[in-house]
């Protein structure tokens, strides 16, 4: 069994994003939405620029967990809202996103993590939470 204690913090993790990034997650999800390579689409439906996939910064935000738990398979349970898209600027550079999580609660052999990801000041998810099997 892990030992784990209520308000212990993960280590945050930082993860750039690029639109590369989102070219190579279109083609492995399969979801060539044009907002995530063309800022000419992402401005006709009212978007500053080219977005990455919600369901990609779902996945890399879960790396918090994984990471740090060592077997993505003690994963038992993943929510998340979507608060806001990430940017992904044209300048060679791309975004940023940090990834913080802390354990909100442990009850029969089960840790409850909650997550935050952050750009800038920017929440990208709310009330992202994980499970994970501690034995």
């Keep these: 069994m892990i030992d784990v204690q209520i308000g ?8 750039e994003v690029t639109r590369t990034t989102a070219v190579m997650y ?6 060539f939405n044009p907002i995530h390579h063309s800022d000419h689409a992402a401005q006709a439906v009212g978007m500053p620029q080219v977005i990455i996939h919600g369901m990609w910064t779902m996945g890399a935000a879960l790396r918090v967990v994984t990471d740090w738990i060592g077997d993505p398979t003690r994963v038992v349970n993943y ?8 940017p992904l600027p044209d300048d060679g550079v791309g975004a940023k996103m ?3 999580a802390k354990v909100s609660a442990v009850d029969e052999g089960l840790a409850t993590i909650a ?14 939470k994980a499970q994970v099997r501690l034995d």
Excluded at 26 to 31: I, L, M, T
Excluded at 118 to 128: F, T
């Design 115 to 128: 997550i935050e990801a952050k750009n800038g000041e920017e929440k990208l998810l709310g009330a992202a």
């Design 98 to 100: 940090l990834v913080t």
């Design 79 to 86: 929510f998340v809202r979507f608060t806001k898209p990430l």
């Design 8 to 15: 212990q913090e993960l280590p945050s993790l930082e993860i």
């Design 26 to 31: 279109a083609g492995a999800s399969g979801d």
